[in-house]
């Protein structure tokens, strides 16, 4: 089975069977070649059901759980969004279809160089990226249309929500070191709306705002 055929089969089973129909959103998975995110010996299990070790003691996250997090921002193209954590890159690529503009947050450098080099290769020239602490977000370029983290803090990063339009969204998991709920924060009339997704388990975000190292 060739890598699109395994992208199609990764889309229609694992994604649009579990409730997601954001036709952009399935696009840009069918689109983006995740095979080209994991390493070497990892490759022929890049469309499985599972996330996967990246090195640096991360992850690339399961497909359904990028698509569950990046249907919650529901972009609609034209929004300037935060990503803090791009890891491997991939879910950076998936927002650099959906949105005009993404600013890529990671702390280990190894990760961001390899994740820029794969994106710049793919021609995805609408990211930008930093290396700093992302529970602090870039206060310098806010704010966002949309923020997402992808890795577990213990509540949400008071940074990140002052860097947030009203009206926008941040996508994130919320717990301890061990399990947590994927949630969305909504911005509305100076509150903030919450709603659960779905329990899942990251990596937890190091940082002022996050987990002490």
């Given at each position: 089975m060739?890598?699109?055929?395994?992208?199609?089969?990764?889309?229609?089973?694992?994604?649009?069977?579990?409730?997601?129909?954001?036709?952009?959103l399935?696009?840009?998975?069918?689109?983006?070649?995740?095979?080209?995110?994991?390493?070497?010996?990892?490759?022929?299990q890049?469309?499985?059901?599972h996330p996967?070790?990246?090195?640096?003691?991360?992850?690339i996250?399961q497909p359904?759980?990028?698509?569950?997090?990046?249907?919650?921002l529901?972009?609609?193209?034209?929004?300037?969004?935060?990503?803090v954590?791009?890891?491997?890159?991939?879910?950076?690529?998936?927002?650099?279809?959906?949105?005009?503009?993404v600013?890529?947050?990671e702390?280990?450098?190894?990760?961001?160089?390899?994740?820029?080099?794969?994106?710049?290769?793919?021609g995805?020239w609408?990211?930008?990226?930093?290396v700093t602490d992302?529970?602090?977000g870039?206060?310098?370029?806010?704010?966002?249309?949309?923020?997402?983290?992808s890795?577990?803090?213990?509540?949400?990063?008071?940074?990140?929500?002052?860097?947030?339009?009203?009206?926008?969204?941040?996508?994130?998991?919320?717990g301890?070191?061990?399990?947590?709920?994927?949630t969305?924060i909504?911005?509305?009339?100076g509150?903030?709306a919450?709603q659960?997704?779905?329990?899942?388990v990251?990596?937890?975000?190091?940082?002022r705002?996050?987990?002490?190292?």
């Amino acid at each position: 089975m060739t890598y699109q055929e395994q992208r199609e089969r990764m889309v229609e089973e694992q994604i649009r069977q579990r409730g997601i129909s954001d036709e952009r959103l399935l696009a840009a998975l069918r689109r983006v070649p995740r095979h080209l995110f994991v390493p070497d010996e990892v490759r022929h299990q890049a469309y499985a059901d599972h996330p996967l070790p990246i090195g640096e003691g991360q992850t690339i996250s399961q497909p359904y759980m990028v698509a569950l997090t990046l249907n919650s921002l529901k972009l609609q193209g034209h929004e300037r969004i935060l990503e803090v954590g791009s890891g491997s890159g991939y879910q950076t690529a998936i927002l650099a279809e959906l949105a005009l503009e993404v600013h890529a947050v990671e702390r280990l450098v190894a990760l961001l160089k390899g994740a820029q080099e794969c994106l710049e290769k793919l021609g995805y020239w609408n990211v930008h990226w930093s290396v700093t602490d992302g529970s602090l977000g870039l206060p310098e370029l806010a704010p966002f249309d949309g923020i997402v983290v992808s890795a577990a803090v213990p509540e949400v990063p008071q940074p990140l929500i002052s860097q947030l339009v009203t009206g926008g969204r941040i996508v994130l998991p919320i717990g301890s070191r061990e399990t947590q709920m994927l949630t969305e924060i909504r911005k509305v009339d100076g509150s903030l709306a919450r709603q659960e997704i779905a329990s899942c388990v990251f990596v937890p975000l190091i940082g002022r705002f996050g987990w002490p190292a």
